[in-house]
C-alpha cells in the first residue's frame, strides 16, 4: 500500500499521520480509512489525521472526490474528526480546499506544513 501510518512524535495520542507515497488512488485511500476504523487506529483521545500528500502523485479526479467524501459523510468517526491535508502541490490542494470550502460538516483543511497542521488540531 502507498500510505504509511505513524504517531505524530509530540501528540502520540491525539495525531495520526498518514503518509502517502508513490501512486495513491481513491480506492486506496478509502481502504485505509477502513483499516484504521476496523483496526482501532482512531481510538476516541484521536482528536485528528494529518494526510501528508508532499511526497505522491495523487490519482483523483472530481469523481473520485466526492465519492471519498461520500465515504467520510458516511462514517461518524471520520466526521467527529480534524482532517488536515498537507499539500505542496497546486494540482493536489484543490481537493482539500474544496472539501473546506463545501463541506461544512466536515472538518477538512488545507495546509502547506505539518506544523501548521498539528497548530489546527490541537488548538484550532
Avoid at 41 to 69: E, R
Avoid at 93 to 99: E, N, R, Y
Wanted: hydrophobic share 40%; charged share 25%; net charge negative.
Amino acid at each position: 500500500m502507498s500510505i504509511l501510518y505513524r504517531k505524530h512524535d509530540l501528540y502520540p495520542e491525539s495525531i495520526l499521520v498518514r503518509d502517502f507515497i508513490e501512486k495513491v488512488s481513491v480506492d486506496e485511500i478509502i481502504k485505509s480509512w477502513e483499516t484504521l476504523i476496523k483496526g482501532g487506529m482512531l481510538h476516541p483521545s484521536v482528536k485528528g489525521v494529518i494526510n501528508n500528500l508532499s511526497a505522491c502523485d495523487l490519482q483523483m479526479d472530481m469523481g473520485s472526490f466526492h465519492t471519498l467524501l461520500d465515504f467520510i459523510k458516511r462514517n461518524e468517526r471520520l466526521k467527529e474528526i480534524k482532517l488536515a491535508v498537507v499539500c505542496n502541490n497546486p494540482k493536489m490542494i484543490v481537493f482539500p480546499t474544496l472539501g473546506y470550502l463545501e463541506e461544512k460538516e466536515l472538518h477538512i483543511k488545507p495546509f502547506s506544513t505539518e506544523e501548521a497542521a498539528v497548530n489546527w488540531i490541537m488548538n484550532g
